[in-house]
């Protein structure tokens, strides 16, 4: 008799565990969908406005954000993702404040870059992820970031490099699901 208990309360043990599981991949999926900012990424907000300060940048800060939700959600060292930028290998930096700062100097590059060139906002997040090459590319095409020309840019590159692909082709739309509702 004690034998069947026990077996019942495996099977409510197990039901409740799955169902926490399914909850928690929904939650994740909602955070994408929504662009809901999960909280591994709003703890870096303070530092993220610092570094923006520095370069008299702070309006950009909920872009930031959205960009470091976008490459890590948080769950990295390498927050930003921000070593190949440095030209380093891909997650080569281990602390999440020199990522912050070198991701923050790279988006100031592309900022200043989309100001000397007269391209748009997409284009500089887009940059983010391709490249500050990518700026120059949509100067000579128009001025303005679209999903075609992304998706041009990805294909030159990748039999350039002899890949596969190259890059995320909707970085922006991405970063954009999390960037409309971040308050400043």
Not at 111 to 119: A, P, S
């Amino acid at each position: 008799m004690e034998q069947k208990s026990g077996k019942g309360w495996l099977k409510k043990a197990l039901i409740l565990l799955s169902s926490i599981l399914g909850a928690i991949a929904l939650f994740s999926v909602l955070f994408f969908y929504l662009g809901t900012i999960p909280l591994a990424v709003q703890v870096w907000e303070p530092l993220v406005k610092e570094e923006l300060k520095k370069y008299d940048l702070e309006e950009y800060t909920p872009v930031v954000l959205a960009i470091l939700a976008q490459e890590s959600g948080g769950r990295n060292l390498d927050v930003m993702q921000s070593s190949e930028s440095i030209e380093l290998p891909p997650n080569t930096i281990k602390s999440p404040v020199r990522s912050i700062k070198t991701g923050v100097d790279y988006f100031q590059q592309s900022i200043e870059r989309m100001e000397q060139t007269d391209v748009d906002l997409d284009t500089a997040i887009q940059s983010y992820n391709y490249g500050l090459g990518y700026i120059d590319y949509i100067k000579e095409n128009g001025g303005k970031h679209t999903s075609e020309l992304a998706e041009q840019f990805s294909k030159d590159w990748a039999e350039k490099m002899d890949w596969s692909s190259y890059g995320d082709i909707e970085y922006v739309y991405r970063v954009n699901q999390y960037r409309k509702n971040i308050t400043k």
